[in-house]
């Protein structure tokens, strides 16, 4: 039996990239996923069909979950093809290469802080008696900024500074609030070529691997990196 057989699953801006990886993974191991997107409803789909088509079960799903009236439309339809949510990702995130106008910036702390929050704070609501999990994926960058992307850089500390908060406040209802910081990932809605090659001839070559992370490769990551473990306290 897969290790997640039973599961309820919800993964947000999972139409392609990371996010899709993540939704066939947890397809796989027997969630049924509901495969979230704002805007890419053929790749959505094409993840989607892709966990049916090795026995798995999901659905593609519009939602923006920067807009509460979605969220909530998110775990309802949810409910009613799958049944309560156990695990929730909140993927979704938008990265303006170079420096972001006045309204992107503001898009982009709607999407990846206001979203992360209301997509959170209906799974704490909608989460039986058993918990559940809520995974927030952040990025190195809310440390090791890059030039040019403060905004980015910005919105992801503060979604660390959300899941630590969380995880504080939904601790004793047995709900785990776990936020992830992966490298830089090469997907399939990379930006173009010029502007890639000289990210990695600036930031990627220099360093061991000389190479971006792809969809996969989070495993063998981990085995290279320290891991913080504990139950939320960090020291000084």
């Known amino acids: 039996m897969t290790r997640l057989q039973g599961k309820i699953a919800i993964v947000t801006g999972a139409s392609g990239g990371v996010g899709a990886d993540i939704a066939r993974y947890l397809g796989a191991e027997g969630a049924a996923v509901v495969v979230s997107y704002a805007k890419d409803a053929q790749g959505a789909n094409r993840v989607a069909a892709d966990i049916v088509a090795t026995g798995g079960r999901a659905m593609a799903l519009h939602g923006d979950a920067s807009k509460a009236e979605d969220v909530k439309r998110i775990f309802r339809i949810t409910n009613d093809a799958f049944g309560r949510p156990d695990l929730v990702v909140n993927n979704t995130g938008i990265d303006s290469m170079g420096r972001a106008s006045e309204p992107d910036a ?40 890059a030039p040019d992307r403060v905004a980015y850089s910005t919105t992801k500390g503060v979604v660390e500074t959300l899941t630590l908060g969380l995880s504080h406040e939904l601790g004793s209802r047995g709900i785990r609030v776990i936020s992830i910081d992966p490298v830089d990932f090469e997907t399939d809605d990379r930006s173009e070529p010029s502007v890639a090659e000289e990210i990695l001839r600036h930031v990627i070559y220099p360093v061991p691997g000389r190479r971006t992370g792809k969809p996969g490769d989070a495993a063998v990551f981990i085995k290279s990196r320290q891991l913080v473990v504990s139950a939320g306290w960090r020291g000084w």
């Open 106 to 145: 503001h898009r982009q702390f709607d999407v990846d802080v206001f979203g992360t929050f209301l997509m959170s704070q209906q799974a704490a609501h909608q989460f039986g008696d058993n918990g559940g999990v809520i995974i927030n994926m952040s990025s190195v960058g809310s440390r090791d900024l």
